[in-house]
Nanobody, 126 residues
Framework: QVQWVESGGGVVQAGGSLRLSCAAS????????MGWFRQAPGKEREFVAA????????YYADSAKSRFTISRANAENTVYLQMDSLKSEDEAVYSC???????????????????WGQGTQVTVSS
């Protein structure tokens, strides 16, 4: 089965930028909506952003609007999360998730997703 691997995490100063990537382990012909979630120590996992297979539908958490941009390159089986103007509260482990497109799924909810990556740490220094 396809696995998803994140990269691009690291340490960045507050106000800086990072671009996270999530790549499939092999070519997949399935139509997945891809999401990004994050979890900080002692907190619940929270939705960040999601993008439909076509890229025509985008979903953002209020905390991500205007600062984060989700995009995808289906030819490379990769989804990206561009994060700008990073704040200390953005520090977390970021995970990508894949959900087979079907009618009625709530892409803001983690239960809509079928496959998860291992996560990549984002640390924001002040």
């Amino acid at each position: 089965q396809v696995q998803w691997v994140e990269s691009g995490g690291g340490v960045v100063q507050a106000g800086g930028s990072l671009r996270l990537s999530c790549a499939a382990s092999r070519r997949t012909f399935s139509r997945y909506t891809m999401g990004w979630f994050r979890q900080a120590p002692g907190k619940e996992r929270e939705f960040v952003a999601a993008i439909s297979w076509s890229g025509g539908s985008l979903y953002y958490a209020d905390s991500a609007k205007s600062r984060f941009t989700i995009s995808r390159a289906n030819a490379e089986n990769t989804v990206y999360l561009q994060m700008d103007s990073l704040k200390s509260e953005d520090e977390a482990v970021y995970s990508c998730a894949a959900g087979l497109e079907s009618y009625g799924r709530n892409w803001y909810d983690s239960v809509a997703y079928d496959r998860w990556g291992q996560g990549t740490q984002v640390t924001v220094s002040s």
